[in-house]
T-cell receptor
Framework: SQQGEEDPQALSIQEGENATMNCSYK?????LQWYRQNSGRGLVHLIL?????REKHSGRLRVTLDTSKKSSSLLITASRAADTASYFC??????FGAGTILRVKS | NAGVTQTPKFQVLKTGQSMTLQCAQD?????MYWYRQDPGMGLRLIYY???????DKGEVPNGYNVSRLNKREFSLRLESAAPSQTSVYFC?????????????FGDGTRLSIL
């Protein structure tokens, strides 16, 4: 199974601070995807990073991938209250971890 | 632009009853998926359909059946509901390439089985 494990399970920060979430996985992957889920809603795709990429940016999001360590990180810069959500990684897209719950306090 | 639409949004069943969850997408996607989400366990794949006319089992298929009715619609059926199937069910779709494309999710069906 390619299930990812997110760390930490929960994160609480002040608005304006950066938030970093990590994902580890066990076997080789073609790509790794990050998703966000707001309370009571479906998942929304944030970013896909391929196995031959080391870093990718999208707006305030920065994702890194280290295939030698089988890990990825998602950095949200200058967080906003609207970033409050659960964040999931999906190594190779079909299996999701339990997620990191991010709370951004205003 | 509706994206992925799931019906119903909420449902309460009694043990042993049957139920079909409906899913439709309007993005002309080839692949469709059914997941369940339980507290603290993330999403688990029940079944998926890589393309119209094909279906495959995921991680937790027992107790479920699926039908890919056409390119737009993918339904999930519980033949004899059990309390262990109480969960939130999500349907998703993606363009060709089951694990290489972003998935678009519906907002879920919250199912309680008493």
């Amino acid at each position: 199974s390619q299930q990812g494990e997110e760390d930490p399970q929960a994160l609480s920060i002040q608005e304006g601070e950066n938030a970093t979430m990590n994902c580890s996985y066990k076997t080789s992957i073609n790509n790794l995807q990050w998703y966000r889920q707001n309370s009571g809603r479906g998942l929304v795709h944030l970013i896909l990073i391929r196995s031959n990429e080391r870093e990718k940016h999208s707006g305030r999001l920065r994702v890194t991938l280290d295939t030698s360590k089988k890990s990825s990180s998602l950095l949200i810069t200058a967080s906003r209250a609207a970033d409050t959500a659960s964040y999931f990684c999906a190594p190779s897209g079909l299996v999701f971890g339990a997620g990191t719950i991010l709370r951004v306090k205003s | 632009n509706a994206g992925v639409t799931q019906t119903p949004k909420f449902q309460v069943l009694k043990t042993g009853q049957s139920m079909t969850l409906q899913c439709a997408q309007d993005m002309n996607h080839n692949s469709m998926y059914w997941y369940r989400q339980d507290p603290g366990m993330g999403l688990r794949l029940i079944y998926y359909s890589a393309s119209e006319g094909t279906t495959d089992k995921g991680e937790v298929p027992n107790g479920y059946n699926v039908s890919r009715l056409n390119k737009r619609e993918f339904s999930l059926r519980l033949e004899s509901a059990a309390p262990s199937q109480t969960s939130v069910y999500f349907c998703a779709s993606s363009d060709f390439g089951v694990s290489n494309q972003p998935q678009h999710f519906g907002d879920g069906t919250r199912l309680s089985i008493l």
